[in-house]
């Protein structure tokens, strides 16, 4: 399992002055220089009847469902766009898509 | 140095092989199939150390010639008409990333009718796309473009594609002797076809870069606004190139447009490309009716040459005012006028404004999806009225860069 820290928003720091940005739009790779979930305005909430199927994982089109311990499932912040995909599909009706408490 | 005897496309195949790209990729249409064919030829003998990609479109030439860019070597397609419509997409994906790629196009007309034939309304479609522009007049100046525009692309102020521009059949397919120069000469002229470690818009497995990334609002607008910015710039570079250029071959232009029986001229025309050598040649016959007529050529559409074509028109270096001018293009914007005629007079409002009109400032925002708010129309209503009041503006203002311009 991937470290989760690493999967963190480092924001991008705008210089005053444009020509201080750079050339391309380019910057090193690994990391997201703005939040991609800034719409959202669910959040699925995994609940304790969950079995860890994982069918949750491989249903979201942001891949912003991680595997944790004993491949139990959990959220990224950062990239949920809340669009309840994972509670619609999983067969234990584990998921609860509650209003966003996460910004 | 040696003079041979070459179509405007052999022109453009040398210059291409003598500048050294790494990556040829291009699909052929007429009227351009014989740089292809050359090229390919050059490369089958050795005489381009080149890789030749087949492509199944001008989509996939431009987007294959991107990733090679990305990958940090210099490159070059070339098409015509349909294909380059065809590639539209990958025209503002490369200038916006920002790759030094060089493209020949060779002008020729749109369908529907169908006809092969060559008009300059395939480039001058595409002229907002982010890309400098150049035409050429002869095979000769071909050749010099095509070398002289890798040196201007892959300068770290300027960083953006260029195309150059050849009349369909009239300048592609008809021969010339050219001045074909030695490779240790162009070798001396241009930087290497590798660019460095690190070049902007690059990467490689030791420095994995998330390239082409999304910016939201605003952030949008910041890199658009630097676009614009260093393409008005470059033609600094432009100039700097055609002098050293000259200098190093003993040959060419310097600057962005040129003139011919100018400075005297009371009629002038405005034209770009081959057509050019035409109106020189009927301006000589006038001269000698009397008739002071004369010619300013657009060597350069993007960036637009306001300056020089204000200062061949109004400088002080003229003898007689210009009575009319006329702008001669391949080119119509339905529904308006010809595209260049567009562009043209555009520049000459600012030197109307200096007299009886008033003030006309472009306020260029919601790039990108960036807000336009009430206070920021305010804002644009309070420059206006400072304009009105004689202080001196910038034409072109992007919201959100006010610092910045």
Redesign the interface.
Known sequence: MADQSDWKVRPFQRPKNPQDWPLTPQCESGYLATSNSGWRTLWPQILDNCNSCGLCFVYCPDGAIAKGENDFPYVLADWCKGCGLCAKECPKDAIRMNEDDQK | MSVQFLSGNEAVAHGVRLSRPRVVAAYPITPQTVVVERLAEMVEDGDLAAEFVHVESEHSALALVMGSAAMGVRTFTATSSQGLLYMAECLYYTA???WPIVMMNANRALALPWNIYGDQSDSLALISSGWIQSYAETAQEALDLVIQSYAIAED?RV?TPVLVNLDGFVLTHTYEPVDVPEQEQVDAFLPSPDFPVGY??T?NQEN?????????PG?YT??K??QH?DMVAAAGPIREVDERFIQHFGRGVAGLTEGYQLDDAELVIVTLGSIAGTVRTVVDELRTEGVKAGLLRLRYLRPFPTAEVLAGLFGPQRSAKVAAIGILEKDISFGHQGTVSLEVKAALYEAATQGALPPAINFVAGLGGQEIGLADIRRFFTALAEAAQGQQKPLVQFLG?E??Q
């Open positions: 916006g990333g920002r770290l960083r902007p818009g990467f994995p870069q998330s390239l082409a990334i999304t910016a939201g952030d910041v890199f606004f630097k910015q860069m610092h910045a």
